[in-house]
């Protein structure tokens, strides 16, 4: 089924460790976007592509590096996790640059300890 | 800069009544904007774009330019359609970036 796959579901990490995680996409957009969701702070966007080799800072991106080797591919990377990172992680794509209908995972559940 | 607002967290209506979630939006030229839901534990998807002018589960979003809203509608709430709500822009702003509104959740009551 197309659309956009994030990895893992979920995840417990220890404060002070590297993580990463990966989202894919089958649908040959261009651009591609990292959410994080916090109770009362809705979405705010982490980093974003807008098409393979460039990257972009977005609301809060501290903490927080991406890249983009291929169009299919957008890795969230943690460097140094710290409890204040403990969210649901989004990532998203859409046809365009900057624009259009985006298309969402299912989102990483991730709680630093 | 393109950016929407939704003024209410959360909304709370008995089934069968009418709902309203407000987005206001403010753009420098001709906005595209769209309506993105979230049931509970799952992943956001597209309810409704501005361009198409459809009903999709009963919702409607009209777009007012003299009042910059996009407010999504529904003349009767079911409770099916508790969940989370996003207006947001289909225009990069400044920056390529793509800002939702902060959200609305919406619970119906039976």
């Known amino acids: 089924i197309a659309g956009i796959t994030q990895a893992p579901t979920s995840q417990i990490l220890a404060a002070g460790r590297r993580m990463t995680l990966r989202c894919t996409q089958d649908?040959?957009?261009?651009?591609m976007y990292w959410y994080r969701q916090d109770l009362g702070l809705g979405l705010r966007l982490i980093h974003y592509s807008n098409t393979a080799g460039t990257t972009g800072k977005g609301e809060v991106p501290d903490g927080y590096s991406v890249s983009r080797a291929n169009t299919d591919d957008f890795p969230l990377t943690l460097a140094s996790a710290v409890p204040s990172q403990t969210s649901v992680y989004f990532c998203?794509?859409?046809?365009?640059?900057?624009?259009?209908?985006?298309?969402f995972g299912d989102g990483t559940r991730l709680s630093i300890l | 800069a393109q950016r929407v607002t939704q003024p209410e967290k959360l909304l709370s209506v008995f089934k069968g009544a009418p709902v309203e979630l407000k987005c206001n939006y403010s753009y420098s030229g001709s906005p595209e904007l769209f309506w993105y839901v979230q049931y509970s534990r799952q992943r956001l998807q597209l309810l409704l774009r501005?361009?198409s002018r459809e009903s999709i589960k009963g919702f409607t979003a009209d777009l007012n330019k003299g009042e910059t809203s996009f407010h999504l509608k529904k003349p009767f709430a079911q409770e099916e359609d508790s969940a989370m709500y996003y207006c947001a822009p289909g225009i990069n702003n400044a920056g390529n970036m793509l800002t939702f509104g902060g959200g609305t959740r919406l619970m119906v009551k039976p």
């Open positions: 501005h361009i």
């Open positions: 649908m040959r957009h261009n651009a």
């Open positions: 998203a794509s859409s046809l365009e640059e900057g624009r259009g209908a985006q298309h």
